[in-house]
């Protein structure tokens, strides 16, 4: 069953926060960013109680450009993971073959559709 959820908008209440991101490789190393991505994305699956989602995908049209959409509980999770050694880590491995900056858009979320894997899975 697919919901259409309001998020809260009073600022007393639980707020999630997103952070959206672009990522181009120069060509010939985007093996390299997908593997520091899926990296990133197995530390915060078992590290970051406080990130909820965390999506990885890629351009159809042009393979060297990725975009992650990360869901954090609240802008405290969102900035312990910006900050944190990992992701300083992943900053490092990545900087040398990017092709231009990595354009980041920190939002906070003001409604969301979430649908149940099983149900994404049968189309």
Request: glycine letters at 4%; proline letters at 2%.
């Amino acid at each position: 069953m697919s919901r259409f959820h309001e998020l809260p908008s009073s600022a007393t209440d639980s707020v999630m926060y997103g952070l959206s991101a672009i990522l181009k490789a120069r060509k010939g190393k985007e093996q390299i960013l997908e593997k520091a991505l899926r990296d990133i994305v197995e530390h915060v699956a078992r590290y970051e109680a406080g990130t909820i989602e965390y999506y990885v995908g890629r351009d159809l049209s042009d393979p060297t450009v990725f975009t992650t959409y990360e869901r954090y509980i609240n802008r405290e999770a969102m900035d312990a993971h910006n900050s944190s050694a990992e992701c300083a880590a992943f900053y490092e491995t990545i900087n040398p073959i990017l092709d231009g900056d990595v354009i980041l858009v920190e939002a906070e979320e003001l409604v969301a559709k979430q649908v149940a894997k099983l149900e994404r899975s049968q189309g």
